[in-house]
Each structure stands twice: as C-alpha cells, then as structure tokens.
T-cell receptor, first 116, second 117 residues
Framework: AQSVTQLGSHVSVSEGALVLLRCNYSSSVPPYLFWYVQYPNQGLQLLLKYTTGATLVKGINGFEAEFKKSETSFHLTKPSAHMSDAAEYFCAVISYSGGSNYKLTFGKGTLLTVNP | NAGVMQNPRHLVRRRGQEARLRCSPMKGHSHVYWYRQLPEEGLKFMVYLQKENIIDESGMPKERFSAEFPKEGPSILRIQQVVRGDSAAYFC???????????????FGEGSRLTVL
C-alpha cells in the first residue's frame, strides 16, 4: 500500500521567507505524488504533481517540489512566502488496489501561516 | 465550464435524522470519489464510484453510510441516523477516466459541511 507522511502539522513563516513543507512517502512501486492546497472553506486545488521524468517539478503560484527517491521525500518549497500563501497543504500519493481501482491517499495536512 | 458542484454547502441535522449530500461531477467525468475531512486528520477516502457501479467502498463505515452514482443525476452520499461523530466536511472529487487518475489529478468540489446537533 502507498502512503504519505507530512512532518509538521503547522508551519509559520514570515512574509518573504522560504517556505518548506515536508512530505515523505512509502510505496513498493514508483510513486505518483501530488501537492494540493486548500484555502479556508474551499475545496482542494492541485499545486503540482510528479509522475515520471524530471524530479524537480514546478507548480502554480511559484511552488516547486523535488522527488528524491533515496530519501523517499517530496518536499514542497517556495523561495519567498506571500500572505496569500496562507492555507493548508496536502501531500498525496496514488494508491492502486488492482483492476481499475486507483485513488488518492492524502497526508494529514500542514497548515501554513504567513506573518507580516 | 462548471466545476464539481456539491450541495448543500452546509447542512445541520439532529441526531437520528438522515443526511443526503449531492455531487455533480465535472462535465464529461464519469468517476466520483468521496472523502471526509476531520480537523487535523486530513482527508480520508470513503468510496469510489463509476456510473452505476461502486468500485471501492473500503473507506465507508459498515453501517448507516451508503453511496450511489446513478446513470442519470448526481452522486449521492447518504448518512442514516446521524450521530455527532458524523460532523465533518465531506468532499467530492471527479476524474474523467482511469487513465487521467493514473497520471493526473482529481477535481474537487467545495465540500458539504455537516453539523449534527
């Protein structure tokens, strides 16, 4: 079974500072990994995804993530935080259970606070 | 191009009543997923449906919960005899086909927030 673990349920940064949100995965097969963002009282929006190919993937709003197989990690970064980045961020992995049974399995989320 | 539509956005029920949550997937999407979100627990998978078929219901509680996705109309998540522990946000997501899910994303609705008094 595939799973992800997000380290840190709450991260607080100053505006303009580096954002680093950590995600480690567990998978017996090459993983497909995702980061989603959720703004208050809204649904989830895809930030970026890794399937195959380049291990550094760029997403929307200046975010990027690097797939590191040796570390089983897929950390999300942004060089300079903006107030509008305050939200909850979820790492996810495709779980496959045979046949046509695919689903996304999510981590518990990391709430990002950006201080002025 | 309308996104995934969920209604109601907010629902209040008393213990013992029934809750029905509806989800209309994006146009052209035939795969629907339901997730439940509780504070500090992230999103928990409940059920995966294709038109007229339940593919995976491994995340559904054994009692009181059911889901359907008929040939016509929205997907319905039904909770009978609600209890306070059912209070949560319920999200629906859709995908156009298996291939897309294998390589891509799910499209989420804005959720239905159930409060049980």
């Amino acid at each position: 079974a595939q799973s992800v673990t997000q380290l840190g349920s709450h991260v607080s940064v100053s505006e303009g500072a580096l954002v680093l949100l950590r995600c480690n995965y567990s998978s017996s097969v090459p993983p497909y990994l995702f980061w989603y963002v959720q703004y208050p009282n809204q649904g989830l929006q895809l930030l970026l995804k890794y399937t195959t190919g380049a291990t550094l993937v760029k997403g929307i709003n200046g975010f990027e993530a690097e797939f590191k197989k040796s570390e089983t990690s897929f950390h999300l970064t942004k060089p300079s935080a903006h107030m509008s980045d305050a939200a909850e961020y979820f790492c996810a992995v495709i779980s496959y259970s045979g046949g046509s049974n695919y689903k996304l399995t999510f981590g518990k989320g990391t709430l990002l606070t950006v201080n002025p | 191009n309308a996104g995934v539509m969920q209604n109601p956005r907010h629902l209040v029920r008393r213990r013992g009543q029934e809750a029905r949550l509806r989800c209309s997937p994006m146009k052209g999407h035939s795969h629907v997923y339901w997730y439940r979100q509780l504070p500090e627990e992230g999103l928990k998978f409940m059920v995966y449906l294709q038109k007229e078929n339940i593919i995976d219901e491994s995340g559904m509680p054994k009692e009181r919960f059911s889901a359907e996705f008929p040939k016509e109309g929205p997907s319905i998540l039904r909770i009978q005899q609600v209890v306070r522990g059912d209070s949560a946000a319920y999200f629906c997501a859709s995908s156009p086909e298996v291939h897309s899910l294998n390589t891509g994303e799910l499209f989420f609705g804005e959720g239905s927030r159930l409060t049980v008094l």
